[in-house]
Nanobody, 131 residues
Framework: EVQLVESGGGSVHAGGSLKLSCAASGFTFKDYTIGWFRQAPGKEREGVSCIDTSDGRTFYADSVKGRFTIRADNAKNTVFLEMNNLDPEDTAVYYC????????????????????????WGQGTQVTVSS
């Protein structure tokens, strides 16, 4: 059974930092693209970042480029999202997702209803940024 467990969310002031973790189990880590998406109340799902766990290539949404960094610890089947210079617009529930697709398609695919056909995601962790 695929399991993705997020941790590390919380509340910070604008300009602050948080580090999210995603512990994965139940599947072959390197066969999947692992990434993060977020969803704020009343807003569409937004792909944030992903990493190709086989070669380390990373992809970022324009809204977080230069502020967020994703990395993977393949030995521990864990993916991290380091978030710096946080803005109130970053407030959302952040989900870790594992999709069995090429990394270059992850950010677009995760925003669609069809995403569930390619993998799964965790329960999410709340990130709140106050001004």
């Amino acid at each position: 059974e695929v399991q993705l467990v997020e941790s590390g969310g919380g509340s910070v002031h604008a300009g602050g930092s948080l580090k999210l973790s995603c512990a994965a189990s139940g599947f072959t880590f390197k066969d999947y693209t692992i990434g993060w998406f977020r969803q704020a109340p009343g807003k569409e799902r937004e792909g944030v970042s992903c990493i190709d766990t086989s070669d380390g290539r990373t992809f970022y949404a324009d809204s977080v480029k230069g502020r967020f960094t994703i990395r993977a610890d393949n030995a521990k089947n864990t993916v991290f999202l380091e978030m710096n210079n946080l803005d109130p617009e970053d407030t959302a529930v952040y989900y870790c997702a594992a999709l069995e697709i090429e990394a270059k398609f992850f950010l677009a695919t995760i925003q669609t209803e069809a995403a569930i056909d390619w993998g799964s995601w965790g329960q999410g962790t709340q990130v709140t940024v106050s001004s």
